[in-house]
């Protein structure tokens, strides 16, 4: 089975900062097209950040300048460093995998909780 497991969530004020992993299995499944994704109260779930097979990155654009998406494939991780948080940031992060042939992730964890207040 593949498992996405996020991790790194919390409380931080605004203008802080925080870093989600997020760990996946087989190992094979880190050198899918990546993403993270976002969900508020009472809102949809956006798309915050993405890292195709071939290393594209693409950035949402109210957290350009601001998140860092990463992966390590030799430790089977996908990373989101958040800096300079709004209150806005607050949601439910996930991170999710797709096949490069693919329209939609098919996989995705169960979520980490950011809080900015």
């Known amino acids: 089975d593949v498992q996405l497991v996020e991790s790194g969530g919390g409380l931080v004020q605004p203008g802080g900062s925080l870093r989600l992993s997020c760990v996946v299995r087989?190992?094979?499944?880190?050198?899918?097209?990546m993403g993270w994704f976002r969900q508020a109260p009472g809102e949809e779930r956006e798309g915050v950040a993405s890292?195709?097979?071939?290393?594209?990155?693409t950035y949402e654009d109210s957290v350009q300048g601001r998140f860092t998406i990463s992966r390590d494939n030799a430790k089977n991780t996908l990373y989101l460093q958040m800096s300079s948080l709004k209150t806005e940031d607050t949601a439910v992060y996930y991170c999710a995998a797709r096949s490069s042939g693919s329209g939609s992730y098919k996989y995705r964890g169960q979520g980490t909780q950011v809080t900015v207040s």
């Open positions: 087989p190992s094979s499944v880190i050198r899918l097209c």
């Open positions: 890292v195709d097979d071939d290393g594209t990155i």
